[in-house]
Antibody, heavy 122, light 108 residues
């Protein structure tokens, strides 16, 4: 069974940092693009960042560019999101998601984790 | 950035009726569009990709159509488990990928 499990969320003060992780299992991790998507309280889904199977192609939403860094470790089947200079508007549930289809950015995201909650508040 | 606009914001439908949800892109995304279902407290679920291809395990009552800038998700006969929020998402042009604001399908 394909599975994604996020960790690392919590309460953090504005301006501080947090690192999210996502452990993948049940599929060939190094063949798939991976993404982070978030949902702020009462809001819709927002794509945050994604990277290709070989980390050669990386993208960020404008709202997090320059503050967040996505990375992956294909040897450990893990995805990470380093979040710096956090703002109250970064408060959200953060989902890790798998790209649908091997070695492609097409076809959306077909497996999602349960999410980890990040609260940025003083 | 490509802006995705969904309509209506809320759709009230009786069980067994048909539901039609719309999604419009601010510029052409070809057929590079996905639909997701999201229920409170659960993880989002991929329904449709490539505008009209059902994801594995998705019931046949869900169908997608459209290309370019205008897309439709149709739920043929609403079941109780279908009441949820539905999002369209373009993956034609990144970064960023963009979602619509969502359509909530509620029981009439």
């Amino acid at each position: 069974e394909m599975q994604l499990v996020e960790s690392g969320g919590g309460l953090v003060q504005p301006g501080r940092s947090l690192r999210l992780s996502c452990a993948a299992s049940g599929f060939t991790f190094d063949s798939h693009a991976m993404h982070w998507v978030r949902q702020a309280p009462g809001k819709g889904l927002e794509w945050v960042s994604g990277l290709s199977w070989d980390s050669g192609n990386i993208g960020y939403a404008d709202s997090v560019k320059g503050r967040f860094t996505i990375s992956r470790d294909n040897d450990k089947n893990s995805l990470h999101l380093e979040m710096n200079s956090l703002r109250p508007e970064d408060t959200a549930v953060y989902y890790c998601a798998k790209g649908n289809g091997p070695r492609t950015f097409h076809y959306g995201m077909d497996v999602w984790g349960q999410g980890t909650t990040v609260i940025v508040s003083s | 950035d490509i802006v995705m606009t969904q309509s209506p914001t809320t759709l009230s439908v009786s069980p067994g009726e048909r539901a039609t949800l719309s999604c419009r892109a601010s510029q052409s995304v070809s057929s590079n569009l996905a639909w997701y279902q999201h229920k409170p407290g659960l993880t989002p679920r991929l329904l449709i990709y490539a505008a009209s291809t059902r994801a594995p395990g998705i019931p046949a009552r869900f169908s997608g159509s459209g290309s370019g800038t205008d897309f439709t998700l149709t739920i043929g006969s609403l079941q109780s488990e279908d009441f949820a929020v539905y999002y369209c998402q373009q993956y034609d042009n990144w970064p960023p990928w963009t979602f619509g604001q969502g359509t909530k399908v509620e029981i009439k």
